[in-house]
């Protein structure tokens, strides 16, 4: 190489790297005469990929973020194995990938699982697994002899592929970020709800109910945001999928009642409680759900259910399905895009939620 190129491949080298340590301000160096670009002419700090699982969620958390989702290459062998390719340099960068572990399960998660790994053999700098939806977080302990602990498992795997730290929304059970040996931020939101209360709801009869004694926390944190009465419906569930609901503790007559989940699956749970709530004199009853899964019949039960409507977020995307009348969206874009550049910008993600 010329002396030349030589000098000036080593002062632009140094010149990324002051970049990079400031932020992005412009820097005079001495003596040469010219000004260093700002970093966004030489590339993003950070990088989003995104999976298959919600592309539409990822492209508008890039929108919030005001940058470009990267380039990669998804695609399947002749035999169903997952190829992936990272079609821009990452090597010491920032790099955020976006994958809900949502239907099919199994499949994001892989995806997910060798887009880390792919990163990792890149010389990413720093990569966070970005999960809206954290799929098998229902199967975050033993419910009987020989049965397994799923999430405790799908968190060692998203650890080993190479993932130096985790962002999800609205986990099935706190304690599992305790399941990661890695820093874990999970993303709370009340906040979307409440504004999207506010908006559609009057709050003089609002009455919120938690739809089983587990989500009594969540349900009471809106509640208190709201600056409204708090109902919990008692329920026993006989055997899996499906529940039988026992009694309302509060007195719902004449409210207008909003019961608050983080899951909605088959919406067995939610369409029986409505129908309580109702059995004991409420004026009306609808539902706010972080994560819509709604599998099987799930949209014909809603539909037909005394629901007034069904409020879930865009973490897990129905491709190629038109969601009934009854069922609405809400982004979450905003909360998690958000988040994501406060961690790149090594900002308190908790003071979101304050």
Known sequence: MP?????????????????????????????LGFNCAFISNWGQVMKLISGNSNAQLAARIADYLDMSLCKTTLKRFADNEIFVTIDENVRGEDVFVIQSTSFPANDHL??????????????ARRITAVLPYFGYARQDRKTGGRTPISAKLVANMITTAGANRVLTMELHAGQIQGFFDIPTDNLFVTPVVEDDIRANYKLENLMIVSPDVGGVVRARSLANRLGVLLAIVDKRREKPGESEVMNIIGDVTGKDCIMFDDIVDSAGTLCNAAEAIMAQGAKSVSAFVAHGVLSGAAFERVQNSQLKELVVTDSIAHMGQTLPPKIRQVAVA?????????????????????
């Open 334 to 354: 905003p909360l998690i895009g958000e988040a994501i550049r406060r961690i790149a910008n090594e900002e308190s993600v908790s003071k979101l939620f304050d």
């Open 110 to 123: 892989m995806e997910l699982l060798i887009c880390i790994d792919a990163l990792k053999r890149a010389s």
């Open 3 to 31: 002396k030349e190129q030589l000098t000036l491949s080593i002062f632009t080298n140094y010149e990324r790297q002051i970049a990079a340590l400031t932020h992005g301000f412009a820097l005079q160096l001495l003596g």
